[in-house]
């Protein structure tokens, strides 16, 4: 479906080069896999085994923040193209886009569905990716406000 809702919005290439892009099309593909399959552990959806998703899991914090970097300096496929093979590098974990794909687009699919997700522009499948990507790096600092922290106004 995500394939081709984009043939008939006809997005220009070049969004389709950037690194959110494979990241939200295969954490979609792991999600939607998930809710049509339901019942399985994580690992049997990302194909990963139970090892490597808890190693990756541990990292995640870390890698989404390289991620965001990628995403933020919108580099080209051949400095993200690895964290979606199934070859580690020294700063890449295997399938490592995998995971971080799905962890974005299940925080997503808490306030959409995955109707209204795979319907998405690339610019706000953009937008999201960052938003969650910065949330789980811890780049995202939220300023609450309790009411025993606000003066009233007088009038």
């Known amino acids: 479906l995500y394939h ?5 919005q006809q997005p220009v290439l070049d969004e389709f080069r950037s690194p959110h892009m494979p990241l939200m099309i295969e954490g979609m ?7 049509l399959m339901p019942g399985h552990p994580t690992a049997f959806y990302l194909h990963f085994s139970e090892d490597s ?3 990756q899991s541990a990292n995640l ?3 989404a923040a390289r991620f965001l970097e990628l995403v933020s300096n919108n580099a080209p496929p051949d400095q993200y193209d690895a964290w979606f093979k199934n070859t580690k590098t020294e700063t890449i974990p295997a399938r490592g886009g995998y995971l971080l ?7 997503v699919l808490g ?3 995955l109707e209204q997700m795979v319907r998405l522009t690339p610019a706000q499948l953009r937008e999201h990716a960052e938003e969650q990507l910065s949330e789980i790096s811890g780049h ?6 309790t009411s ?3 003066q009233p106004i007088e009038q």
């Open 101 to 107: 794909g799905y962890e974005v687009s299940r925080r």
């Open 140 to 145: 995202q600092i939220l300023v609450l406000a």
């Open 61 to 63: 914090k870390t890698n």
């Open 53 to 55: 998703l808890k190693a």
């Open 29 to 35: 593909a792991v999600a939607a896999t998930e809710e």
């Open 148 to 150: 025993e922290t606000l």
């Open 111 to 113: 306030s959409t569905s």
């Open 4 to 8: 081709f809702s984009f043939l008939f």
